[in-house]
């Protein structure tokens, strides 16, 4: 463990009544390293924030270290960290798809620092929420679920939702036909471009191929992530919030997956699922009122249950 490292050193927060500290712990050889935010009158129930992607605790825009701050100033308790291979944490870098082992161990740490808690909620972004797909029905502790834009990529399903997304809509901006008019346009690259994407969407899902369940009922590592996580939230006994971004592909291509899929909308039309969008925010909400009405959301969703 480094040098500088003081588990209980005291971080003065914004609010000048809850505390903000540093806390590291092992996941397997590797030490992992996270924010722990503690309001002064601690409630039942605390958020483990886990960061997806090439990303760590603070978050685009402070997006991470904002929403932490915001429920503790709310008197529900947080944890913000790295995963191993990222930010401050040791190890190799890993997916989403490998990160059961780091999110437990945040977890046992969360409660031993935090051991008036009764349970806790999850609340990931993009590859973040499908690792919380994957992770929650394992765990008994997890009760919730907060899924800002989840991804669910495939070749095929990025593809259709460029097509019907981005194309359509970009032959409806002037900028475009501009280029057009001045000899500025790429009429090879642009059919390229298309032709590749139409093949794509075109083309036989081979993933399938290799789908079915595995000994346990789950789908084989091998099924399509769509397919997967449907059984991860499936098997999940919690309640659980959705917040979509309006103007985000990787949103856009959950929506467009959610309407034809029967199994989707039935899962999500549950009482236990409650859904929110932002119809002109981004993929990270990087705009202060969409960051506001994320956190917000999150903090009255979590203490109406």
């Not at 540093?22 to 924030?49: D, N, T």
Request: aromatic share 10%; glycine share 8%.
């Amino acid at each position: 463990m480094p040098l500088w490292y003081q588990p209980r050193l005291a971080l003065i927060s914004p609010d000048m009544n809850n505390e903000e500290r540093a806390v590291a712990f092992q996941c397997r050889e590797s030490w992992l390293y996270g924010i722990l935010h503690v309001p002064e009158h601690i409630g039942p129930r605390g958020v483990l924030i886990v960061v997806g992607g090439p990303q760590y605790r603070v978050g685009s825009h402070r997006q991470f270290t904002l929403l932490a701050r915001h429920l503790a100033a709310n008197g529900i308790p947080a944890m913000r960290f790295d995963c191993r291979g990222m930010g401050d944490s040791e190890g190799e870098p890993r997916t989403f798809e490998d990160m059961e082992e780091d999110v437990r161990s945040a977890i046992d740490t969360f409660l031993e620092e935090v051991p008036t808690l009764e349970d806790l909620v999850i609340w990931g972004l993009c590859d973040a929420a499908s690792a919380a797909l994957f992770y929650a029905h394992r765990d008994e502790r997890v009760t919730g679920l907060v899924l800002l834009n989840p991804w669910v990529r495939t070749d095929h399903g990025a593809a259709k939702v460029y097509l019907k997304h981005y194309y359509m809509a970009r032959l409806l901006q002037p900028d475009l036909w501009n280029k057009i008019r001045q000899g500025k346009f790429s009429y090879g690259k642009a059919i390229g471009s298309l032709s590749q994407i139409v093949g794509s969407v075109l083309k036989e899902k081979k993933e399938r191929m290799t789908g079915g369940n595995a000994d346990n009922g789950e789908p084989h590592a091998t099924a399509p992530l769509p397919e997967r996580m449907l059984a991860g939230l499936s098997r999940f006994n919690g309640k659980t919030l959705l917040i979509l971004s309006g103007n985000d592909l990787t949103a856009q291509e959950f929506s467009d997956l959610v309407k034809g899929s029967a199994k989707w909308q039935r899962l999500l039309s549950s009482p236990a699922v409650s859904r929110q969008e932002i119809p002109e925010a981004n993929h990270t909400f990087s705009r202060q009122k969409w960051k506001d009405q994320v956190v917000t959301w999150t903090s009255a969703w979590i203490r109406s249950w």
